[in-house]
């Protein structure tokens, strides 16, 4: 079996889908929307290619190793919970992409919103079937990410923006304190993999750092299934279009939370905190948002309540985590996405049809929308609990679970609590169906007077799911049983558990008689309500006050906002000399604070005296750091000095034999004081005295007392024997490296990934200062106010030199960088000498004809070399997956070419190539941003202001 397919299932909507759509739509909308629909689909079905291994209880199992020693690997697998979890992730998608192509207006970009729910799609796919803690964290944020731009799709309405970072803050606040959680789950195991942390769940519970794990990932789960005191951030995404409302509320981010705990469930269960904070939040959920779905007058936002409260009841179920109430849930689960996928696309179709969601306004429209309005009473049956319908299966386990699992007078508080949450939800699924199909004349307030049944293939989707909703309630042994019970065996990983057997009769019961009490009080307690218009007298947001979700969390920024303004003032005065000083402080007394009372003094080492050469240098170096200290005010000589002490550091690493050091010393330092001239020279010369006398004494105590302190550890270190890790390089370099050079080893292969995240750096800096440079002007060009900093064209002698050097120059960086795995040399190093190279011709030609002769205007050339360059070091990085091995591992081979003989080949080759090209084009760009007079916004001399 090719259990590659795991990977290709999230890749499939992730990279093709997001493409392909973007890529169909210069054809038609209709082109986009096969597209769209037949990605979603194909993942769909290779899905289902898998079922019948997995409903037999054979997980599949995949795994890339990336960075195994921090116990992160791409892992996946395939059991029968995620598979279910997948299944209603790309099912209802494909349904949701047929319905959004008649919902979408043609005005708006129907590509745009593929794109962005096949983002989601993947990033719920990748949650699903992650077998590794932190991959799925990362899916997780994925998810926060795309449900944010899904929800202000609009961009112009401004309840989008504000329920989208509404929903973006509280989502990622919990997925930032589960992270911690995360983290505290691999201290106690040892490991981030999910089946191997499941299967330790004894000993995890008695550990010290389990409650506080347990709290921070609930911390994430609540916050993301919107339970209370979370729930608030859901109603308000309701701004999203109704497709994406319809796919969050049913199959996809909402259920992440729940997804998570079903995961995690053999790690809580049989904890006593676990067991009552689940249930209680749970309970509490259900309940309040039922109630407050009843007055809702948008009809969206009711059924964002009534999600909200089915929600509760799963995380109740889950609470419980007896296998019969896994069972429940994940039945409940199947159950809630087929009603409520379907209950919103209803929404959908008719505020498409009539112009409004309003229930003030609706009314009386069953004449105009008469097979909508059965789908709805189909659909909103379901969701209340009817008999015959998939939700009355799924409420009766719910109510039949309460009762045996729970005892004392908890238990009859819970059973209080759901058969009034049971009343609540019939009363607004009631409301649902009346108070918009029935209640009132014909659509006599409705905008659209010719409002009619909406295209066949808008409906599809919801005739589809309808007829799920009646053929679960009917036959749920033949349809949904084994899916249930081995969905359950995953969850709880209960190879024993026999299963649970669903029919419609039970016989007479207790929970029966709730389901009763349920269906009769709820259609009494709406038309109660209902008599009279009373329903909408009555607005709960008013009655809440400052109590509502949504003011406390608009209060709460407001105060942070507040806080940050008064931290910022007081801290950010624009004295350079102040940030420096708080700097050094608290670095002083983060390093001081480990050294207190441990009475460290001069080791035991053997001390050797100090030849001749190394006290000149080290004169030298003290003159030079002196004359800084004196001549710092003066910018041009500070940049000379500064280049004096590089040349000293160079000339040390040549002493002591690390000529790799030595190379990239005084090549970094040529660039960089080319860089700081440039810089400086936007700048008076003169730096302004700002510091007092008391203030240049404080400041003289903490420079020598850091000092001092540096040097004291430094002494402690090299007066003390130490292990040494350098034989392990020294030794394992050419055999497991395929070189002889250690440090150029260290660096592509060793320490690969660190050279990987240095090199993005220098690129994000380059493109940084191409930003920041963007309008600036700079004033002044006198000899006091600041230089003539654009090159202009030197004397004809150094132009004839410039000429010669370059081609000499890109030999030397050639010979270099491919002796440099053997040799001092490399791709960093010969990228510098390059780049010197290419700065000789801007100071020997100047700015205009050197861009010219380089092609390289705007400094365009340079932004591709970088992203050239971080293409070719991440692609050799992946290349190493093909093989199995983690990130960026080397390899290397011997090839007999005949006529150079026997040729020595290493892919990290190919990642200093990408090194040596970021290493130019971010060099080369900075030098062209500086002296661009089109940044600056001058070309010769500016008058002063």
């Known amino acids: 079996m090719d259990t590659s397919v795991l990977p290709i299932i999230i890749l499939f909507p992730l990279i093709l889908g997001t493409i392909l759509v973007r890529w169909l739509k210069q054809f038609s909308r209709g082109a986009t929307a096969l597209g769209a629909i037949g990605v979603s689909l194909t993942s769909f079905i290779l899905l289902l290619t898998q079922a019948e291994s997995v409903f037999n209880d054979i997980p599949i199992l995949q795994s890339w190793s990336w960075l195994p020693q921090m116990g992160i690997d791409f892992s996946f697998r395939l059991d029968a919970l995620s598979l279910i979890f997948a299944l209603l992730i790309t099912g209802i998608g494909t349904l949701i992409y047929i319905y959004a192509y008649y919902y979408l207006n043609p005005k708006n970009s129907l590509s745009k919103l593929y794109a962005l729910l096949m983002l989601f799609m993947a990033a719920m796919l ?49 997925g930032l304190a589960m992270l911690g959680g995360f983290v505290l789950l691999g201290q106690i195991t040892g490991t981030y993999q999910i089946d191997q942390i499941t299967a330790m769940a004894p000993a995890i519970q008695q550990h010290a750092l389990f409650v506080p794990a347990l709290l921070l990932i609930l911390l994430g789960a609540f916050t993301k299934s919107a339970q209370f005191p979370f729930h608030f951030w859901l109603p308000n995404a309701m701004a999203a279009p109704t497709p994406v409302s319809a796919y969050l509320h049913s199959a996809t981010m909402v259920k992440a939370g729940i997804f998570l705990l079903a995961r995690l469930l053999p790690i809580f269960v049989g904890s006593v905190l676990y067991h009552n904070l689940v249930t209680t939040v749970g309970l ?14 948008d009809l969206k936002g009711l059924l964002a309540y009534s999600t909200i409260s089915h929600l509760g009841l799963i995380v109740c179920l889950l609470g419980i985590g007896s296998p019969l109430a896994v069972a429940a849930a994940i039945f409940h689960i199947i159950n809630h996405a087929t009603f409520k996928a379907a209950l919103f696309m209803i929404a959908g179709i008719v505020d498409h049809e009539t112009g409004t969601r309003d229930l003030r306004k609706l009314s009386g429209i069953w004449q105009l929308l008469p097979f909508t309005a059965t789908l709805a009473m189909i659909t909103s049956a379901a969701m209340a609990g009817v008999p015959l319908t998939n939700g009355f299966l799924s409420k009766e386990m719910f109510f039949t679970e309460l009762l045996a699992s729970l005892s004392g007078g908890f238990m009859v508080f819970a059973a209080i609590v759901a058969t009034c949450a049971g009343l609540f939800a019939v009363a607004y699924s009631t409301r649902l169906v009346h108070g918009v199909f029935f209640d009132g004349d014909v659509g006599h307030k409705v905008p659209k007077k010719n409002a009619h049944e909406p ?4 409906r599809s989707p919801v005739i589809l799911l309808a007829g799920l909703c009646i053929l679960v309630g009917i036959l749920p042994a033949l349809l949904v049983q084994n899916i249930v019970n081995t969905g359950t065996r995953a969850s709880t990983q209960l190879a024993g558990f026999e299963g649970v057997h669903l029919a419609i009769w039970h016989g007479f019961n207790l929970p029966l008689l709730m389901s009763l009490i349920a269906l009769a009080g709820g259609v009494i307690f709406y038309f109660a309500l209902a008599k009279g218009g009373r329903i909408r007298d009555i607005d709960l947001d008013t009655s809440l006050g400052k109590l509502q979700g949504r003011l406390i969390f608009d209060a709460f920024l407001k105060q942070l906002l507040t806080v940050s303004r008064k931290i910022k003032q ?96 005084i090549t970094v330092d040529v660039v960089t004081t080319v860089l700081l001239l440039m810089s400086l020279s936007l700048l008076p010369q003169l730096t302004p005295y700002e510091s007092s006398r008391t203030r240049r004494w404080r400041d003289a105590i903490i420079a020598i007392g850091g000092g001092l302190g540096i040097g004291w550890i430094s002494w402690l270190m090299l007066t003390r ?6 034989w ?78 370059l081609p000499l120059a890109l030999v030397v960086s050639l010979y270099i960088f491919f002796r440099g795995h053997n040799y001092p040399g490399g791709g960093f190093i010969a990228g510098l000498i390059t780049a010197i190279a290419l700065v000789i011709q801007y100071i020997a030609l100047g700015q205009d004809q050197a861009e010219q002769m380089l092609k390289a205007r705007s400094g365009r050339l340079y932004e591709i070399w970088i992203g050239l360059g971080l293409m070719i070091a991440g692609l050799t990085g992946i290349a190493a997956w093909l093989w199995g091995r983690p990130f960026l591992t080397s390899a290397h081979i011997y090839v007999e070419t005949g006529l150079f003989g026997k040729m020595h080949l290493a892919s990290a080759a190919a990642f200093d190539l990408g090194v040596y090209a970021t290493v130019v084009g971010a060099t080369l760009l900075l030098i062209s941003v500086l002296g661009d007079s089109r940044h600056s916004g001058m070309s010769g001399p500016l008058p002063r202001e």
């Open 126 to 174: 990748g949650i699903s079937l992650s077998n590794n803690l932190m991959i799925l964290l990362v899916f997780w944020e994925l998810t926060s990410i795309s449900s944010f731009l899904l929800v202000g799709y609009w961009s112009n309405y401004e309840a989008a923006q504000r329920g989208s970072r509404m929903a973006l803050t509280i989502t990622g606040m919990g």
């Open 284 to 297: 509490l959920t259900l309940c309040m948002a039922a109630f407050f779905a009843i007055f809702k007058e």
């Open 455 to 458: 295209p066949i293939g808008m």
């Open 570 to 665: 007081k801290t950010e005065t624009g004295s350079l000399q102040n940030y420096l000083l708080w700097i050094a402080v608290f670095t002083l007394v983060l390093v001081a604070t480990p050294f207190i009372n441990q009475g460290l003094s001069t080791g035991t080492r053997e001390l050797s005296h100090a030849p001749v050469i190394a006290i000149v240098l080290w004169l030298i170096l003290f003159s030079a750091c002196w004359m800084m200290l004196w001549f710092h005010h003066e910018r041009i000589k500070a940049v000379l000095i500064s280049g004096v002490v590089g040349l000293i550091v160079t000339l040390i690493f040549v002493i002591l034999s690390a000529p790799d050091l030595a190379l990239t010393q």
């Open 721 to 726: 024997d130490h292990d040494s890790i350098s």
């Open 728 to 805: 392990f390089f020294v030794q394992q370099a050419l055999p497991l490296g395929g070189g002889s050079n250690v440090v150029n080893v260290i660096l592509v292969d060793f320490r690969g990934f660190d050279t990987f995240g240095e090199i993005a750096v220098l690129g994000i800096a380059a493109i940084g200062a191409l930003c920041l440079m963007d309008g600036m002007r700079a004033h002044g060009t006198t000899i006091t106010q600041g230089l003539t900093y654009r090159f202009n064209p030197s004397p004809l002698m150094f132009r004839m030199t410039a000429s010669w050097i």
